[in-house]
């Protein structure tokens, strides 16, 4: 169970970081990178499940915005009830919208 405390990471977010290490986007990331599985509930966090549910939800999300990614991201928080905090502003057109 998700509860307000906690750290919460989609699965997705091991394979963004894993491509940005791979294509050098991260070069100060490559010595940590293997122990990020590891690391996530040492240090209170989880991983939530992109279930089929909010894999549709992502998938019909109301938005101009294309990348899978953030659908992903947003529909996870969303499911959860949990607040997205991103200093990306391609999540604003989202506040108050439902899933």
Known sequence: MVELADVVFRPITFFEIGQK???GKWPEMVPFVGLLPHSLPEQGGLAAALSPEIRL???MMDCTH???FNRFL???AR???LPL???DTVFDEL???PG
């Open 21 to 23: 290490v791979r294509i």
């Open 57 to 59: 939800s992502a998938a």
């Open 66 to 68: 294309r990348d899978s």
């Open 74 to 76: 947003a529909a996870v």
């Open 79 to 81: 499911h959860h009830g």
């Open 85 to 87: 905090i991103s200093t």
């Open 95 to 97: 506040r108050g919208r």
